[in-house]
T-cell receptor
Framework: DAKTTQPNSMESNEEEPVHLPCNHS???????IHWYRQLPSQGPEYVIH???SNVNNRMASLAIAEDRKSSTLILHRATLRDAAVYYC???????????????FGQGTTLQVKP | KAGVTQTPRYLIKTRGQQVTLSCSPI?????VSWYQQTPGQGLQFLFE???????NKGNFPGRFSGRQFSNSRSEMNVSTLELGDSALYLC???????????FGSGTRLTVV
């Protein structure tokens, strides 16, 4: 299973942009890059995902390096409600061992200061 | 639309008992996955069902089992409970891995 590396923790000030990095040097050509976040006492929440091109949605932007060995989740204006653990995950359904499976690492704990 | 619903939210069981947890996926989602979350091991994949068939299984003992019904609702069962089975059990549904997964709020199981 392809692995991702994220910093254990990051801090941000409220209403400032946040860039959460993720390294995935062993990514394969068919791996999708997913980001989820988990707020305290809740299940993980889907944030965004992409394959090769940068992606934007109402929650965040995903910037994918040209060689796909790294990506960055961008929260444009952090709020206190964005304080959570952010997981960067590679997802690939090629082969039965990958089907329906997300491999979570330890993630990045984001603290947002008022 | 309704999200993924897991019942019950909290459960306390005694060692040696068995437990059944339920998950109702988002309408139209045919894939349901289950995860165990503990402070020490984080989120670990248990198994995934699609159209009533188990397609993938994580590295858990045979005491952990599941099934999926024709309406895509899923249950997981843990037999002969051990103290170490205390965890948050999460299920997620999807219409396909490219679409992402939607998680429920989980069932908090405490084994005493």
């Amino acid at each position: 299973d392809a692995k991702t590396t994220q910093p254990n923790s990051m801090e941000s000030n409220e209403e400032e942009p946040v860039h959460l990095p993720c390294n995935h040097s062993t990514i394969s050509g068919t791996d999708y890059i997913h980001w989820y976040r988990q707020l305290p006492s809740q299940g993980p929440e889907y944030v965004i995902h992409g394959l090769t091109s940068n992606v934007n949605n109402r929650m965040a932007s995903l910037a994918i390096a040209e060689d796909r060995k790294s990506s960055t989740l961008i929260l444009h204006r952090a709020t206190l409600r964005d304080a959570a653990v952010y997981y960067c995950i590679l997802s690939n359904e090629g082969g039965s061992s990958n089907t329906g499976k997300l491999i979570f690492g330890q993630g990045t704990t984001l603290q947002v200061k008022p | 639309k309704a999200g993924v619903t897991q019942t019950p939210r909290y459960l306390i069981k005694t060692r040696g008992q068995q437990v059944t947890l339920s998950c109702s996926p988002i309408s139209g989602h045919r894939s349901v996955s289950w995860y165990q979350q503990t402070p020490g091991q984080g989120l670990q994949f248990l198994f995934e069902y699609f159209s009533e068939t188990q397609r993938n299984k994580g590295n858990f003992p045979g005491r952990f089992s599941g099934r999926q019904f024709s309406n895509s609702r899923s249950e997981m069962n843990v037999s002969t409970l051990e103290l170490g089975d205390s965890a948050l059990y999460l299920c997620a549904s999807s219409s396909g891995y490219r679409a992402g997964y939607t998680f429920g709020s989980g069932t908090r199981l405490t084994v005493v």
